[in-house]
Nanobody
Framework: QVQLVESGGGLVQAGGSLTLSCAAS????????MGWLRQTPGKEREFVAQ????????YYADSVKGRFTISRDSSKNTVYLQMNSLKPEDTAVYYC??????????????????WGQGTQVTVSS
């Protein structure tokens, strides 16, 4: 198992930016596929972005494409989500997740086996 700890959430005005960070424990971080997902009350957790262990493959939800960027730094065991041009509909709890199998195809929420505790992002209009 791996422990994931998110940080960087907060309150921002529409059009603003935030960067979320997720620090992972363990010595095999570079072998994990990492993702960001989000959830709002009463709704299922939804996919936001994913980055492969090789850095080469990234996926984004259509709703965030062109505004959000996922990246990772293996020297720091950290994955990031840079969020620009934020909209009120981006308001959610954002979760960092890991697929320890390192699968390269786009994963669904059910495919990620390890999760962080979540960090709240609130975008005001």
């Amino acid at each position: 198992q791996v422990q994931l700890v998110e940080s960087g959430g907060g309150l921002v005005q529409a059009g603003g930016s935030l960067t979320l960070s997720c620090a992972a424990s363990g010595r095999t971080f570079s072998s994990y596929t990492m993702g960001w997902l989000r959830q709002t009350p009463g709704k299922e957790r939804e996919f936001v972005a994913q980055i492969s262990r090789s850095f080469a493959v990234r996926y984004y939800a259509d709703s965030v494409k062109g505004r959000f960027t996922i990246s990772r730094d293996s020297s720091k065991n950290t994955v990031y989500l840079q969020m620009n041009s934020l909209k009120p509909e981006d308001t959610a709890v954002y979760y960092c997740a890991a697929d320890l199998s390192g699968r390269a195809y786009r994963l669904g929420p059910e495919d990620f086996g390890s999760w962080g505790q979540g960090t709240q992002v609130t975008v005001s209009s």
